[in-house]
């Protein structure tokens, strides 16, 4: 009894020297697919545990339309979907009824006009109509597809402009469409262009002042700066840095650190000079004690520790 209680109180004087340190947040690039703001780039693997590889080995996420996600970490899709928009008009049943943002729902029926379109007009000034996306930020576009009425009324989506730009001072011309729009079709700009907002604009023929965008879909990426990678690293601008010496940071962002194990009183555990995303810890309890949980503790993605953490209790002696 009395070494006992001998080794409780050097376990326990060992105990008052150790220190429960606070939480680390993980670096910047942390990426958790859970709360996709915290990400640097877009997440549209299928299953949302990939995201931190940029492979998305399980394919990439459906999109509206069938327009869905492909590419280098599944970077590329419909990145105009669900954004704000604006438009020209000076009637407001129009406003109200079909508003910009109708063009970027993902909804469409292609019979009549209804208020999944967006229809732009100047009926008082007889000016081109106009419409505006605004992505939110930088990406790289490839192509643009509109989709407009099909009850006659194909000669409103004919001769416009379709321009992107980052200041409205600097737009640059995607392409050009002369001939009218029956249903839909996919215009591939001139070369990628870079830019946050897509500009549409009627240019010649009938009605230049009314058009119907039932939906457009913007296709391309999100704009990654190479100049974050590291001297040496191969980068693109779909997923950024390569050859990174993690799967699972593909951007060679900073490493998901946990903090020093806790000391749990009478217990001993393992010992690593730093511990990484799903790196492990496990607590021994000496004889005469037992663990009342888990003795094995995982480094987590949100860099916590899993599972509660052990208890050593001392076991019950029945004479």
Same mark, same amino acid.
């Given at each position: 009894?009395?070494?006992?209680?001998?080794?409780?109180?050097?376990?326990?004087?060992?105990?008052?020297?150790?220190?429960?340190?606070?939480?680390?947040?993980?670096?910047?690039?942390?990426?958790?697919?859970?709360?996709?703001?915290?990400?640097?780039?877009?997440?549209?693997?299928? *299953?949302?545990?990939?995201?931190?590889?940029?492979?998305?080995?399980?394919?990439?996420?459906t999109g509206p339309l069938g327009y869905n996600w492909h590419g280098p970490g599944c970077q590329i899709g419909n990145?105009?979907?669900?954004?704000?928009?604006?438009?020209?008009?000076?009637?407001?049943?129009?406003?109200?009824?079909?508003?910009?943002?109708?063009?970027?729902?993902?909804?469409?029926?292609?019979?009549?006009?209804?208020?999944?379109?967006?229809?732009?007009?100047?009926?008082?000034?007889?000016?081109?109509?106009?419409?505006?996306?605004?992505l939110g930020g930088l990406y790289k576009i490839y192509s643009i597809t509109i989709y407009g009425r099909r009850d006659g009324f194909a000669f409103r989506l004919?001769?416009?402009?379709?321009?992107?730009?980052?200041?409205?001072?600097?737009?640059?011309?995607?392409?050009?469409?002369?001939?009218?729009?029956?249903?839909?079709?996919?215009?591939?700009?001139?070369?990628?262009?870079?830019?946050? &907002? *897509?500009?549409?604009?009627?240019?010649?023929?009938?009605?230049?002042?009314? /058009?119907?965008?039932?939906?457009?879909?913007?296709?391309? &990426?999100?704009?990654?700066?190479?100049?974050?990678?590291?001297?040496? *690293?191969?980068?693109?601008?779909?997923?950024?840095?390569?050859?990174?010496?993690?799967?699972?940071?593909?951007?060679?962002?900073?490493?998901?650190?946990?903090?020093?194990?806790?000391?749990?009183?009478?217990?001993?555990?393992? &010992?690593?000079?730093?511990?990484?995303?799903?790196? /492990?810890?496990?607590?021994?309890?000496?004889?005469?004690?037992?663990?009342?949980?888990?003795? /094995?503790?995982?480094?987590?993605?949100?860099?916590?520790?899993?599972?509660?953490?052990? /208890?050593?209790?001392?076991?019950?002696?029945?004479?």
């Amino acid at each position: 009894m009395k070494s006992f209680i001998i080794a409780d109180l050097v376990r326990l004087s060992v105990a008052l020297f150790c220190f429960y340190p606070g939480v680390s947040k993980a670096g910047p690039g942390y990426c958790n697919p859970e709360e996709e703001q915290s990400c640097p780039f877009e997440c549209h693997c299928a *299953v949302k545990s990939e995201c931190r590889s940029g492979t998305c080995p399980s394919g990439c996420q459906t999109g509206p339309l069938g327009y869905n996600w492909h590419g280098p970490g599944c970077q590329i899709g419909n990145v105009g979907f669900g954004k704000s928009a604006r438009m020209t008009v000076d009637l407001a049943n129009y406003e109200r009824g079909y508003p910009a943002k109708a063009a970027l729902d993902g909804r469409i029926t292609l019979g009549t006009i209804d208020h999944t379109c967006a229809h732009p007009i100047l009926e008082h000034s007889r000016l081109p109509a106009e419409w505006w996306a605004d992505l939110g930020g930088l990406y790289k576009i490839y192509s643009i597809t509109i989709y407009g009425r099909r009850d006659g009324f194909a000669f409103r989506l004919q001769q416009f402009d379709l321009t992107i730009y980052n200041q409205s001072n600097n737009e640059v011309l995607c392409n050009y469409q002369a001939d009218e729009i029956a249903t839909y079709k996919t215009i591939t700009c001139r070369r990628p262009t870079v830019g946050r &907002h *897509v500009h549409f604009k009627r240019r010649g023929g009938a009605q230049i002042y009314i /058009t119907g965008l039932c939906e457009v879909i913007i296709t391309g &990426h999100k704009l990654y700066d190479c100049s974050r990678c590291p001297p040496g *690293v191969q980068c693109d601008d779909v997923i950024g840095c390569r050859d990174c010496a993690k799967s699972y940071q593909p951007e060679c962002w900073p490493d998901i650190i946990c903090p020093t194990p806790a000391c749990v009183l009478y217990a001993d555990h393992t &010992h690593q000079s730093q511990y990484y995303y799903e790196d /492990t810890v496990t607590y021994t309890c000496p004889g005469g004690y037992k663990n009342t949980s888990s003795t /094995t503790l995982k480094c987590g993605f949100r860099g916590r520790w899993l599972d509660p953490w052990p /208890t050593c209790i001392r076991k019950k002696i029945f004479t």
